[in-house]
């Protein structure tokens, strides 16, 4: 059990952390998400230990990390995967840190089997690539068999079998009982993994519940409902009828009707009473991904901007034409975050997470209000 | 909480297995047992050639001991890397993750450094000093004689507060490059120039290097050197109190700052 209250770390003028109080409880994976520079890497180190918190405290099993007994073989972390002498061995690291906490050598060598790096573990760290790195820093963790764990980011550079391997890895652990606290700036990663999510931007917490209601609270479902385009009038009047029966209609740039608040049969009985034809009725449903990057896009500290190369561009060589630049016909109106099919596109295709394109679309303006607070909190 | 032999055992652990540790424990023997030893040799052959003011203060035990020059800085360097790799590798994390009380991590540390360090010092010391004074020929002396054996003790000592007051100065400054790029050019250059201009040389008889290294002469002020208001263990003392306030300063740092 970790315990953090109202936990706050400032450098200077720039506050990385602010107010943060949450818990992360024994038996689940806890998912700690945010953009980067969201702060979560701080709050990691101030659990450990390692950075002193300027006002507020976290505790872990009820006690600061520092007063721990025998900490290693309570909390094992995996903090920065790099963070090892790279003209050390594998083994020679672990063994250095097994010693710390009277773990016999033998479990040095077990643990590199669970990571998988055995055939590594004679050559120096230097050489590891970033995969390796994080099996090495995972297996660094593992060694005390504590009960609580900390990974910040730990599927960073895996291939898709190690990122597999961790995710099933979190789940086991969390399974046989023990406190997973993960952070992410990946929202399709925690999805899988974690089943409480604990959502920061800008250093405050946005969100604290189970994956479950996170997302029955932040998507937005809704029914896409279209008429033939020939008859407007049909349009107009099941708008009519389904407002009148207590859902929220909008139209779409392309003539589309998106509705919510009634479920699918309803719209279908309704339509069929006003007497209008449907060419489609289809539900969708926002992913976790569009919900978090709605929840945090006013927490975004570091947004791209188109590159201007101004005075570095070069001429084109001979024969090519730029492509033809795609205009968005209308520009993103409300505060609904999926966007319209694109033309071309089959809007029956569904599945495909459509949020991150569609994300530099949406002007900053767009966030709901409530998630401006962070600016003035300061 | 870690227990200070664990942590020990840990740091030993640590210092053996990076290949740093062996070359420069290694080229602060060679070069200081080579060095001392050319000289000595050369020394023996332009005898004759030394004012007889030099002639009459000879002092064979410290010509041996001229390799200390060139072979100190390598003691820096090991003593440096021991604490700056932690910093640059980004380990110190980990290793403060893993023991999370400060003090016993460093001093651990600091204390399994600098008993190798120590070991290695004394083992250059006595070798320098046996071969130094094998090619002396005739000018030689031997352990036996007045305070050569405290000089040759004093030698091995010197190379172990050298690198224990390296390890000091890089816990202060949380980097091996910054360490290297200050300790280096101060005790080949600034140390050196400052001991020989008249005004400076009251100053610089302070400095760890110039008042530690008067432990390994047996003539007082030997060969025209200065003369110092101390004596040899006086020196040594001023050379611990040097260490003792880089470490105390480490200390603070590591204990104030974030990892």
């Known amino acids: ?378 | 909480m870690a227990s200070v032999p664990a942590v020990l055992r840990s740091e030993w652990t640590k210092i053996r297995t990076v290949s740093s540790t062996t070359w420069t424990l290694v080229s602060a023997l060679v070069v200081t047992v080579a060095m001392g030893a050319a000289l000595s040799a050369l020394l023996k052959s332009t005898f004759d050639d030394l004012s007889p003011e030099e002639q009459l203060t000879f002092d064979p035990t410290f010509i041996s001991f001229s390799g200390m020059i060139l072979g100190q800085l390598a003691m820096v360097v090991f003593g440096v890397l021991v604490v700056g790799t932690e910093y640059s590798s980004g380990m110190i994390r980990t290793s403060l993750a893993a023991v999370p009380q400060r003090a016993t991590f460093i001093f651990s540390k600091i204390t399994v450094a600098t008993a190798l360090a120590l070991a290695v010092g004394m083992a250059t010391s006595f070798l320098t000093f046996f071969l130094g004074q094998a090619l002396l020929g005739e000018h030689r002396t031997t352990i036996g004689a007045d305070n050569v054996l405290r000089a040759v003790v004093g030698g091995g000592l010197y190379m172990g507060l050298i690198a224990l007051f390296s390890m000091g100065v890089a816990t202060m400054l949380r980097s091996s490059m910054l360490s290297l790029g200050i300790l280096m050019p101060f005790f080949f250059l600034v140390s050196q120039i400052l001991a020989s201009v008249p005004k400076a040389k009251t100053v610089a008889r302070y400095f760890p290097d110039q008042a530690g290294s008067k432990i390994m002469q047996v003539v007082p002020d030997a060969m025209g050197s200065d003369k110092a208001p101390y004596g040899p263990w006086g020196g040594l003392g001023i050379m611990v109190i040097w260490a003792a306030v880089a470490l105390l300063g480490g200390y603070l740092v590591l204990k104030k700052r974030d990892a």
């Open chain 1, 1 to 378: 059990m970790i315990e953090a209250v109202g936990l706050t770390k400032r450098y200077g003028a720039k506050t990385a952390v602010y107010n943060l109080s949450f818990q992360v409880r024994p038996g689940a994976v806890t998912g700690f998400l945010g953009p980067n520079g969201a702060g979560k890497s701080t709050t990691m180190r101030m659990i450990l230990g390692l950075d002193q918190p300027t006002e507020g405290h976290v505790t872990i099993s009820g006690r600061p990390y520092r007063q721990l007994p025998n900490a290693p073989r309570q909390v094992g972390a995996l903090l920065d995967a790099k963070a090892v002498h790279g003209g050390r061995s594998a083994r020679s690291h672990l063994l250095s840190l097994a010693q710390l906490s009277g773990i016999p050598a033998r479990r040095v060598d077990e643990v590199l089997g669970v990571v998988g790096l055995q055939e590594v573990a004679k050559k120096r760290s230097k050489g590891f690539s970033l995969g390796m790195g994080q099996r090495l820093g995972i297996a660094a963790a593992l060694l005390g068999d504590p009960q609580v764990l900390l990974f910040d980011e730990p599927v960073n550079g895996l291939d898709p079998e190690g990122i597999l391997w961790v995710r099933n890895l979190m789940k086991q652990l969390a399974a046989e009982g023990r406190t997973v606290f993960v952070s992410s700036h990946l929202m399709s990663e925690m999805a899988l993994t974690a089943d409480h999510l604990i959502v920061i931007g800008r250093g405050q917490l946005l969100s604290d519940m189970s994956v479950k209601d996170f997302i029955s609270h932040n998507s937005a479902d809704f029914a896409r409902v279209r008429t033939p385009q020939t008859e407007p009038q049909q349009r107009e009047k099941l708008s009519a009828a389904l407002t009148e029966a207590g859902g929220q209609v909008m139209s779409e740039p392309d003539g589309a009707l998106r509705v919510t608040g009634l479920p699918l049969p309803q719209i279908s009985d309704l339509a069929h009473s006003a007497d209008v034809r449907l060419w489609e009725l289809s539900p969708h449903q926002a992913s976790l991904e569009e919900a978090y990057m709605r929840m945090t896009q006013g927490a975004v500290d570091y947004r791209s901007t188109a590159d201007q190369k101004s005075g570095l561009m070069q001429q084109p060589p001979m024969g090519y034409l730029p492509p033809q630049q795609q205009i968005p016909e209308v520009p993103q109106q409300g505060w609904y975050a999926p966007p319209p099919p694109q033309p071309g596109q089959n809007p029956y295709a569904g599945g495909a997470p459509v949020a991150p394109a569609a994300a530099p679309q949406m002007p900053p303006t767009a966030a709901p209000a409530d998630l401006t607070k962070p600016e003035d909190a300061r």
